[in-house]
Structures are given as structure tokens and as C-alpha cells.
């Protein structure tokens, strides 16, 4: 299972340098975004509710229960979409480079859902774990100040400081990922779309 995730990660990693011609750009907003851009977003938002995270995470746990179902019902399709593309005899190299472009927009739209599907679970455990400690979402953190001699440290208080900044950080930068992940999935599948209506005229 462990290899299997970390296939599913390294895929989605790996679409958001790649196009459907399967040129690798690393230096494209895809890639800065989730690597730059979400981690100081998830900073900021853990910064700016340090009071109180999130009002009530169940709803959004049972959002990303209902999306995950969802998208699995849709991911389970792909294979029979890539049976519909095999090679035909006496293809033109035009034909050849439409069918590639095809099938690697199934690929990115796969890789894309499938990773939406994993960090939602992840969320959806952070959020059944907060309501078993609810001091990791409810807890205000400007009670905890910032201390200037070094035997005035607690390391009861600092530990439990550090895993709950820890835990709102990964669980907003889940939530993040998830959301654009699946804008990316919609954008690629709506590409398809088009290309498949294109065929038709």
C-alpha cells in the first residue's frame, strides 16, 4: 500500500510539469503553485485563524466523503476510455500524435483524481482525529507567547504548541491540494471533452 501511495503522489507530482504531448516544464505555474504558493497560503490561513481554525470541520469532512465517492465512481471509468483509443492498422503519424495527446490527457486527468481522492482521506482523518481532540482546530495559539530566555521553556506547553501549528498546516495544505487538484482534473477532462466533440464534426 505504501509503494502504491507513493506512486499516486509521484504521478501527481509529475503532471504538473508535463503536458499532453509529454514535454517536461518544471518552471510553469502548475508546479510553483503547489510547491510555493499552497505551503505559504497554509501558512498564512493557520496564521490569520490562530484564534479558532476551522468553525465546524465535520461539514467539511462530510463534503470531501460525498466528493471522494464521487470522483472513485468516475476514476473506476478511465480503463474502459483507454480500451476506446487502441491503434488502429494504417494510422498516419497525425493520427499517432492525436491518439498519444488522448491518452495522455486520460493519464493526467487519472493522475490528478487519484491524488485528489488520496489527500482527501488524509483530510478526512485529520478531521475524524479533531473531533477526537478538539483542541488541535479549537485551541487559541495567542495565548502561547514567544519566549526570550531559554529556562522559561515548557516542554509540555511547546510540544503541544508544535503539533497543533503542524496539524492545521497539513490539514489546510490538504485541503488545498485537494481543491486544485481538482480544478486540474476538471480543466484536463474538459480538454478531452472538447478534443472527443472535435471528432465529431
Known sequence: ?????????????R???????????????????VKI????CSVCIVYLNREKLIEDPKIIGTLLSLFSGLMFGVLIKIPDKF??????????NQDKFKRLQIKNYLKLFMFSLSYSILVALFSIFFVVTSSFYPL??????NQYHLISNFKEI???NTFTFLVIIVFRFLLISFILNFLFFILKAVSNLY???LYEFNKLK
Open 1 to 13: 500500500m505504501k509503494s502504491n501511495i507513493k506512486k499516486i503522489y509521484l504521478n501527481a507530482q
Open 15 to 33: 503532471s504538473l510539469y508535463t503536458d499532453i504531448n509529454g514535454k517536461v516544464n518544471k518552471l510553469n505555474f502548475q508546479y510553483i503553485f
Open 37 to 40: 504558493l499552497i505551503p505559504i
Open 83 to 92: 480500451k476506446d483509443i487502441e491503434g488502429k492498422e494504417n494510422q498516419t
Open 136 to 141: 488541535l482546530i479549537n485551541q487559541n495559539l
Open 154 to 156: 515548557e516542554l509540555a
Open 191 to 193: 480538454e478531452f471533452m
